[in-house]
């Protein structure tokens, strides 16, 4: 059976893994759906923005958040000063930290996706009277949504395995933001290595299922 | 009705087009690359041409003078797809009313009943578009568009991905439609039976710039539409009154002046205008007319002119008054001796001509 500390870094990580998808999931159809119809100026360093984190090394991507986050940055600034919150090594720096990570994966997915779909039944719609926004919905969405549910599962299991970008922005606190990775890499130094291999595996198992739940997604249409 | 003039540039393809189509069918007959498509998009609003204008009963739905161009969604023309591109996720239900406008109290609404008894898909209800035939599939493109009661109706080649068997039974939905319902229709295709079929006028579209327009009988029939023959490849068009219909015998007769030319039976009326094709190479050109043969078809004629196009020898022969093209090898006109003013016989077999559409 797990221990306490096992549980609680794996009912962390699945939750804030939830949670990050709820959030960059509207925010990423947006952006993907205008990644993939519209061309503008500036496109080409929207997409190269949105996709830096996945190149970028995650600490690097830490450290900018830990900038933007901290008392004396920009963000956590503001926001500690109109509500008093304090961001950084809390649940919801792990939260914005495998966010920022995992958005890039979830975006090409879903520009992926929406790219299938035929834009002359796009234009058919529109010529039936619907709005851009209703042809979303009614046509390149229901037309997508299996390409768009794997790009989600790979944002979040990507999600579950964040490591790096954690660590610097949210530290490594068990019970608060110890998350999956990190309490293997803390049972690893700390020489528990019983609990290091039960993570390991059940790390290994969600990778398996959700990699092949998204092949699935993929080529099942 | 509807005004059209406004360039559009597509890489190396320029349309340019300045005319007002005001007929209840019009037709836009080309070759593929003429730039049929290309039109039909402009003027659905799919794409905005680089200049000019274009309105619709006054309304302007797109000027470069005035900076205006009004959304396809805003635009209520139908728009019949040469793939038909319903939607694969709806049922043939859903597909014919999602553009159901949400005004009931618009009385110039269709009803979707009278759509579904004419194009006859009332048991494809409940079906997904990728349950249907071919067939079944465009009847159902025309449906959808139909179903959002459009003040004009645009159709790209709705038949062209179909069979030819197959699109001689669509052709008289259409022709329907054109009965039942009081919406204009602007019809693309590079078909010359579907234009005498359906049109009231027809626009020849080549290379992206209108070379003609008229009535389609008048236009396809006369000696200026030499670049739809050379693009379909039959060189003789010709419009002939019905003067024998006959079903026991198999024939029909067709009147040139007092000359006959008998086709196979269709069902038709006397005096009823038949149109029909024949390529230049299927007639044979004859010196003596009392020889036995099984073809029916001995028209008496003269040469008029003789060119030589490529290694083609093409007569241009005048029967009771009709210009038609014959092309024979330059050694049978050598031994026939044919020369212009020439008085011979023409045989074409029955086969040989081709119906354009069975009014």
Redesign the interface.
Known sequence: MLTAAEVSALVLSIKAASLSLLCILPPGLLIGWILAKFSFPGKSLLNTVVMLPMVLPPVVSGFFLLILLSKRGPIGGLLFRLFGLEIVFSWIAVVLAISVLSFPLLVRGILTAIETVDPQLENAARTLGASPLKVFFTVTLPLSYRGIIGGAILGFSRSLGEFGATMMVAGNIPGKTQTLPLAIYNFVQVGQDLSAYRLVFISTLIAFATLWIAERMYIKR | MLKLSFRKRLGDFQLEIDHTVTEKVTAFLGPSGSGKSTLLNCI???LNPDEGELLFSGQTLYSSFQKKRV???K?????V?Q?G?L???LTVQQNIS??R?RRPSDNAQIDIGTIIDILEIGELLSRYPNQLSGGQRQRVAVA??LG?SPRLLLMDEPLTSLDAGLKNRILPYLYHIKEAFDIPLLYVTHSISEVMALADEAFLLSEGRITGRGEPHQLLTSPSALPVAQMTGVENILSLPVVVASEERGVTELALGEQRLMVSYTQTKLGATMPIAIRARDIIVAIDPDLRMSARNILRGTIRQIAVQAGRVMLSVDIEGHLLSVEVTSDAREQLGLAEGTVCYFIIKASAINLLWES
């Open positions: 659905s609003g799919i959304p396809p969604e635009r209520d023309f139908g728009y797809f793939e591109y939607f694969p996720h999602y553009g406008p959808r568009a959002m």
